[in-house]
């Protein structure tokens, strides 16, 4: 992990984060506890690129499901909720 304390961006400027994203992605850490991440401009494009293509393949999945009958109905938004409730705690 490529890790910065935010004291030596405070002391460097933004040439310790330049030198650091030469690493890649530059976990900031503030307090003892990491706070932020810094990316390039590339690396966050490919990560909201993963983010869409992953969020259509779940719709996709989820249409195929309805098509093919895979489907639960359920009486209330508390029923509902409930059955998700149990799935999460298994």
Request: no cysteine; glycine share 4%; charged share 30%.
């Amino acid at each position: 992990m490529n890790i910065l304390p935010a004291q030596e961006i405070k002391r460097r400027g933004i040439s310790a984060v330049d030198e650091a994203l030469a690493q890649g992605p530059v976990h900031i850490v503030k307090n003892n506890r990491p706070q932020y991440v810094v990316l390039t401009e590339e690396n966050y494009r490919e990560l909201l690129e993963l983010q869409e293509e992953a969020t259509l393949a779940r719709i996709k999945a989820s249409l195929e499901d309805a098509k093919a009958g895979r489907v639960t109905r359920h009486d209330s938004v508390d029923a509902l909720m409930q059955r998700l409730d149990s799935v999460a705690a298994e």
